[in-house]
């Protein structure tokens, strides 16, 4: 059974950092694409960012510069390194895996396996 589970998620102030990682267990996380989405209370959910097989990334421009994806095959784990984080940022983050040769930031429609969430909240 295809499983995500993501880690890491708290409470941090202003200006400081998080590494949330996304865990898989029934599949090898190698071959999928996978994104970072998040939705803060009250809003639509939207995309973080994304890493496929080969490496490539995305970032949605609102978090470009600040947080950094990577994937560690050896662990079967993709990581969302987060500086400079600001109260904005507060949300729920979901990792989720999904198929294909590019992946998107944007299209959460292209991911069919999704994880439980983590909280992420940013004081000011």
């Known amino acids: 059974q295809l499983q995500l589970a993501e880690s890491g998620g708290g409470l941090v102030q202003s200006g400081g950092s998080l590494r949330l990682s996304c865990a898989a267990s029934g599949f090898n996380l190698n071959y999928y694409n996978i994104g970072w989405f998040r939705q803060a209370p009250g809003k639509e959910r939207e995309g973080v960012s994304c890493?496929?097989?080969?490496?490539?990334?995305e970032y949605v421009d609102s978090v470009a510069g600040r947080f950094t994806i990577s994937r560690d095959n050896a662990k079967n784990t993709v990581y969302l390194q987060m500086n400079s984080l600001k109260p904005e940022d507060t949300a729920v983050y979901y990792c989720a895996a999904g198929y294909g040769h590019y992946c998107s930031a944007y299209a959460s429609d292209d991911y069919p396996y999704w994880g439980q969430g983590t909280q992420v909240t940013v004081s000011s």
């Open positions: 890493i496929n097989s080969s490496g490539d990334t």
